[in-house]
């Protein structure tokens, strides 16, 4: 098992740049199933997950239970609910495998004392956290401006990988309908091809 993380600090190490070592050198490795929860509503998150393999979705659950996903992270995708973590209040969004996957994973506690250390590891999560805050208002906007069939297009042809890897019901909650909308959807878009 030993020989499988070091490979798989090998791969991470790949795709993150060379001032990322201090960061890269604190991790610890876990294989989860599909189905494990890393993130539950009403806990306080003290963890920044990493993919290093598999898939991951960021949610949230509505008062009648239905499930809104806000965002999948795949391979190199970095998550926690940085809210949560930053004000040590509850979370009240929820992490969790939806495919066998392998994560890296840092306290919160330790990434800060990294960032404070070095500049390098601050300046690449002042990145990570502008360019998901991009993301956010840009998802955001699409809801106000795009119909489903018009996000479903983006989405496919924006992050193709995740319409061929994620589950359909996955999708519709992430692109607020219902998955017999997001089948008709799809058929539309097939008829018209």
């Excluded at 809210?83 to 979370?91: D, Q, V």
């Excluded at 306290?107 to 601050?122: C, E, F, N, Q, Y």
């Excluded at 690449?124 to 809801?143: G, K, N, P, Q, V």
Aim: with cysteine; aromatic share 10%; glycine share 6%.
């Amino acid at each position: 098992m030993k020989e499988a993380y070091g490979e798989y600090r090998e791969r991470l190490a790949g795709a993150f740049p060379p001032e990322m070592k201090p960061f890269l050198d604190a991790l610890s490795f876990r294989l989860v199933p599909a189905g494990t929860a890393l993130l539950r509503a009403g806990e306080v998150a003290t963890r920044l997950y990493t993919v290093v393999e598999g898939c991951l979705r960021f949610y949230y659950i509505k008062e009648n239970g239905a499930e809104i996903t806000s965002q999948f992270f795949l391979e190199h995708g970095m998550v926690s609910s940085f809210e949560s973590a930053r004000t040590g209040l509850p979370s009240d969004s929820c992490i969790e495998a939806i495919e066998d996957s392998v994560i890296a994973w840092i306290t919160m506690r330790h990434l800060s004392g990294i960032i404070a250390r070095s500049a390098p590891v601050k300046e690449y999560f002042e990145r990570l956290i502008m360019t998901r805050l991009i993301y956010y208002m840009r998802h955001h906007a699409s809801y106000i401006r795009d119909n489903p069939e018009t996000r479903y297009r983006n989405l496919a042809c924006e992050h193709p990988e995740i319409v061929a890897r994620v589950p359909q019901q996955y999708i519709a909650s992430y692109l607020g309908v219902t998955p017999v909308s997001l089948s008709r959807i799809k058929n539309r878009l097939k008829r018209k091809n």
